[in-house]
């Protein structure tokens, strides 16, 4: 049966709703910012340690052109290109491997987030993937 039977009683359980529906929208917009910004931040620390990683490898490269101007002889100046070439690829692999390892993670915490808010168990997203402190393959084992 309908207990609603004033108009104070209708206007009552219309404000109920709208101020539920109403928190229930603050709810999801604040947990959209939230993850938009946790997004932002993992964007944000990936172009700093790619700026970072690039300007290590600007300088590693010109301290060698510095040191290949000083060579005395073609084979003191291929054996200081082989050394240049190594630590470039070495340089690059890891780097590479470093951004992929905490994209991985990142979207790893995205997919357990999701899967606790479908459940109804929904908790903070974890910022742990977001953070600018580089991780190796090495270091996360």
Sequence with gaps: MNDINTPEKAADSFMNSVGTAGQLGADSVRQVLDRSQTVANV?????????????????????????????????????????WWRRAMDDYANQYANQVDRLVAFQAS???YGAEA??????????AAASGAPQTRLQAA
């Design 118 to 127: 479908s459940s109804g168990t929904e908790g903070k997203l974890p910022v």
């Design 110 to 112: 995205l997919m357990r």
């Design 43 to 83: 964007v944000a620390s990936l172009g700093v340690e790619t700026a970072s990683f690039v300007s290590r490898r600007v300088e590693q490269d010109s301290e060698t052109l510095g040191s290949m101007v000083k060579c005395r002889s073609m084979p003191e100046m291929l054996e200081l290109q082989v050394q």
